[in-house]
């Protein structure tokens, strides 16, 4: 399969404990996108890279919240101290063009 | 600031049966269009897209025409199928900025 994948699939933790996730974009793809995707809503976008660099990153993003993808491949999205209000489905999404975005299938993160 | 409003689901059809779903943008300018399908278990996927005003996207018998007078994008489809079923969300895009989706609308098809 050459698709986007992510790890893991599902995640509980516990309010005050930190959690990561990881994206494996389609290898060709240069751009990186995170979503946050709450039930009835639509994806809201969280960051973005070109390769390796960061390149926008949402004001609604908390400072608890941290992504990187080094040597401009797989990418982590990090939550620190997590919070019930942090429960969600995060997206991945690689992107050749602009225009055009692949999602994965969502890490399911829910905060007891 | 820029958003998008589709019509609220859940919708049920019979196979066969003609759909609409209705999205509307707000938005100062005029961005691209796209409609993303989520189907079970699935990440989303690009369905279909226009990218200037009067342009009709289409791709696996879905349509929907760019109409920039009443701010639309309408999702159209003549014959839908149980495959059909799926969550379709509704986006906008202006050159150099991030997709704005929709909150999306559910699709649910009977056999």
């Known amino acids: 399969d050459t698709g986007v994948s992510q790890d893991p699939r599902h995640k509980i933790t516990k309010r005050g404990q930190n959690v990561t996730f990881r994206c494996d974009p389609i290898s060709e793809h240069n751009r990186l996108y995170w979503y946050r995707q709450t039930l009835g809503q639509g994806p809201e976008f969280l960051t973005y890279f070109q390769n390796e660099a960061q390149l926008e990153k949402s004001r609604l993003l908390s400072d608890r919240f941290s992504a990187e993808r080094p040597k401009g491949s797989f990418s982590t999205l990090e939550i620190q101290r997590t919070e019930q209000g942090d429960s969600a489905m995060y997206l991945c999404?690689?992107?050749?063009?602009?225009?055009?975005?692949?999602f994965g299938p969502g890490t399911r993160l829910t905060v007891l | 600031g820029d958003s998008v409003t589709q019509m609220e689901g859940p919708v049920t059809l019979s196979e066969e049966a003609f759909l609409t779903i209705n999205c509307t943008y707000t938005a100062t300018g005029y961005p691209s269009l796209f409609w993303y399908v989520q189907y079970p278990g699935e990440g989303l996927q690009l369905l279909l897209k226009?990218?200037?005003?009067?342009d009709k996207g289409s791709n696996k018998g879905f349509e929907a025409t760019y109409r920039k007078e009443t701010t639309s994008f309408h999702l159209e489809k003549g014959s839908v199928q149980v495959s059909d079923s799926a969550v379709y969300f509704c986006?906008?895009?202006?050159?150099?900025?991030?997709?704005?989706f929709g909150p999306g609308t559910r699709l649910s098809v009977l056999p």
């Open positions: 986006a906008l895009r202006f050159y150099g900025q991030n997709f704005v």
């Open positions: 226009a990218t200037k005003a009067d």
């Open positions: 999404a690689s992107s050749p063009s602009p225009d055009t975005q692949y």
